[in-house]
């Protein structure tokens, strides 16, 4: 029986588009079918690139038998956790609220009115390692289902109540001062792994978000130790094996404290953030890796994700054909000696093994290791080991690459364009600005209705059908202002401008300026979710709070600066208690409370010499969060550019903050003081 998957946007459903189970997408038809054949619904959650998604699927949503008492029993319901982050936070919430933990693939028992009362994540074919197996699991439910429905009844009630319950602690609507950044620093440097860099144990995710507030809160305050946790983590991941050595790019996290051996799958959204991070660690002390890792990551990101449509795709899977037609996470990426010997011979592969630490014994699976740059105190030669690095390259291509999930997602892209904007005006690479500028063309076209609304997901040129959420506004503007700021169009600063408008009219509880992730105007789901802790992504809260206090400090915008600040009152009440899960929410703050700075830039012409000197000494300042505008003197591109004349004939610089202006200046290094004190 064909299922109802065959025309979805999304790589993920897709996948499951011929499984013999009759699956629905999320839909009011297929809660429908639940009242009217009166069975329960199963909801499986999961991704593209989701190792575990894809072995459940094989052993049990490709098994007939297994098919056959899910279509007989069960409404099948699949959901693509990457295009409704909406159904799949009210879900996990509450499986975690339950099993104490939560992950993918999330397997969820529901009522025809979308009420849950039971849960899991994978369930294997056979009973093994305490877990029932997937039958016993249907079985079970289907029993209770039919014989014990007040029971079911009762208790879907109760975690539907429990979940209502359970409200965000906001912390006030006032944003965090000195006093909680510092609290909020002495909590991560207590978690802090000074050994390998990063924070907590295995597995370790990369701190994207954190490294981010270190820096701005060093730039703002001097604090070496701050400099010095943000440095040592962003080089011990970059020499580890959680980033690609031959290609560029970062795999989703290392499984063991080390970061040694990643789980190999590689995220758009973690590639944006970690090559604008790089970026800034450049920025602020000029590191030779810094500057090689954020190049090497941009270019990673459009050679291997961008879309024909010039937007940038999610994911690439961990897993991919071993050359035995085994599918294996990790064969892309992994070498063994004798793999070495054979793309370059006896002299080179002991070369690079010594130079990639790559051992007999291997430090992966089956004798294969994990490229990395263990070595510190050998000298290599630096035109042998490009050769190798290119030669190795070249024989990994000849290799089956992973999968590719080609839907371009808002948020991710927003975060793309801020990172490849920024990466390209600090290192001279105009292509790299044009693939933002490319990315950036791609969501007005498709994502954005004629009220810019924002869809939330595309694929091929084809918007999907669901809304956008939070995180979407929030990481599009955010990426707007970026370009903004790196090309002088002062057209991104009005798309931000309208998204913004958005969120003020759609996603603020007026009362208490907190935000909800989707809209007043969205499908009503069990619970409207709300979640302000930064985890892979900025969530949709501090994204939101970061782009309303830069476009405020481009426009001077009261309502959009009153909201952000209102916003920070949960990073007042999170920053000192939970600092790694509220990362960019505090790297905002250090924003708010260092202005931030308002950077005028005017010239007779962008394509004056003095003028792009001025205008990139002030792209490269450190002080937190900082807005720059650039145009003609008298130019209405921007609002920070009125009443801002030439000095004497001369391109000048701006810099304000907190209703306080200094002195224009021509001179690149007043300019270059006046953004790093």
Known sequence: MPNRLAHETSPYLLQHADNPVDWWPWSEEAFEEARRSDRPVLLSVGYSSCHWCHVMAHESFEDEATADFLNAHFVNVKVDREERPDVDAVYMEAVQAATGQGGWPMTVFLTPEAEPFYFGTYFPPAPRHGMPSFRQVLEGVRSAWTDRRDEVAEVAGKIVRDLAGREISYGGTEAPGEQELAQALLGLTREYDPQRGGFGGAPKFPPSMVIEFLLRHHARTGAEG?????????????????????????????????????????????????????AHLWRATGSDLARRVALETADFMVRELRTEQGGFASALDADSDDGTGRHVEGAYYVWTPGQLREALGDDDAELAARYFGVTEEGTFEEGASVLQLPQRDEVFEAGRIASVRQRLLERRASRPA????????????????????????????????????????LLVRVHFDDQARLTRTSKDGRAGA???????????????????????????????????????????????????????DAERLIRRPQDPTDNAVPSGWSAAAGALLGYAAHTGSEPHRRAAER???????????????????????????????????????????????????????????AVVAVGAAESDEFPLLADRPLQQGAPAAYVCRNFTCDAPTTDPERLREALSS
């Not at 975060?415 to 001279?428: C, H």
């Not at 090309?487 to 909800?516: K, M, N, P, Q």
């Not at 950077?599 to 990139?616: I, M, Y």
């Open 226 to 278: 701050a400099l010095q946790m943000a440095q040592d983590t962003g080089e011990r991941m970059a020499r580890g094996g959680i980033y690609d050595q031959l290609g560029g790019g970062f795999a989703r996290y290392s499984v063991d404290r080390d970061w040694v051996v990643p789980h190999f799958e590689k995220m758009l959204y973690d590639n944006a953030l970690l090559c604008r991070v790089y």
């Open 402 to 441: 992973p999968g590719r999930d080609d839907k371009v997602v808002a948020a991710w892209n927003g975060l793309a364009i801020a990172a490849l904007a920024e990466t390209g005006a600090y290192f001279d690479r105009p292509d790299l600005v044009e693939a933002a500028v490319g990315a950036a063309d």
């Open 466 to 520: 669901n809304a956008g959420v939070l995180e979407d506004y929030g990481d599009v503007a955010e990426g707007f202002l970026a370009l903004a700021s790196v090309t002088g169009e002062g057209v991104w600063l009005d798309f931000a401008g309208f998204l913004l408008d958005h969120v003020l009219a759609r996603f603020v509880d007026e009362e208490s300026g907190a935000l909800y992730d989707t809209a007043a």
């Open 567 to 625: 916003a920070l009152g949960v990073v007042k009440a999170l920053g000192p208690r939970v600092p790694r899960f509220i990362g960019w929410g505090l790297a905002v703050a250090e924003a708010l409370l260092d202005g931030p700075r308002e950077v005028a830039v005017v010239g007779p012409s962008l394509s004056d010499e003095a003028t792009k000197t001025l205008h990139r000494t002030a792209l490269l300042g450190t002080a937190p969060g």
